[in-house]
């Protein structure tokens, strides 16, 4: 009889390790769902003396691009419904003729600037997702909070983009 006694105590030893185990992995993922999304003021400001590209800067980008991209659609919606672009008078006048189709050309123009600056703020909002945003192309370097702040859409440390300037200028001219 006292044989089986310690074999039992053997299993009910096993068993209790095998129970703890499961605990502590359940322990850890509470802590990552825990995680609510982070919420700035208005009038935040990205400093350089915040860790670059932290949790604040990427929702204050993504804020300030989709804020931007609403502007611009409704400027475009604008422009292509309310603007001259709809005037179908004909002239007799020549010049009047030449005037308009100028102003046209130009409003198309301005409108298809627009329309790609519309994809490169949608293309910087996909980098704040992989979190690449911020971060230059080619060399993987910081870009810089100066920089974002005046050009959100970015891609580029500014000597990796003096460099893509220089090659798209000689390819221009062979």
Request: glycine letters at 2%; proline letters at 4%; charged letters at 35%.
């Amino acid at each position: 009889m006292p044989k089986t006694s310690k074999v039992k105590k053997k299993l009910s030893k096993v068993k209790s390790k095998t129970v703890k185990k499961p605990k502590t992995k359940t322990l850890s993922k509470p802590k990552e769902i825990n995680k609510g999304p982070i919420k700035i003021s208005k009038t935040y400001i990205p400093k350089d003396t915040e860790k670059y590209m932290c949790e604040k800067h990427k929702v204050f980008f993504r804020m300030r691009l989709q804020e931007w991209k609403k502007e611009l659609v409704k400027a475009n919606n604008e422009a292509l419904y309310n603007g001259s672009m709809d005037d179908n008078s004909i002239s007799a006048d020549i010049v009047d003729q030449a005037s308009s189709y100028t102003d046209k050309n130009v409003e198309m123009k301005a409108i298809n600037r627009q329309i790609k600056l519309i994809s490169e703020i949608d293309k910087a909002l996909l980098r704040i997702k992989d979190d690449t945003y911020g971060y230059c192309l080619d060399t993987a370097e910081p870009i810089g909070i100066k920089r974002l702040m005046a050009r959100p859409v970015a891609k580029y440390t500014i000597a990796a983009q003096e460099k893509h300037e220089k090659n798209e200028k000689v390819h221009a001219d062979d």
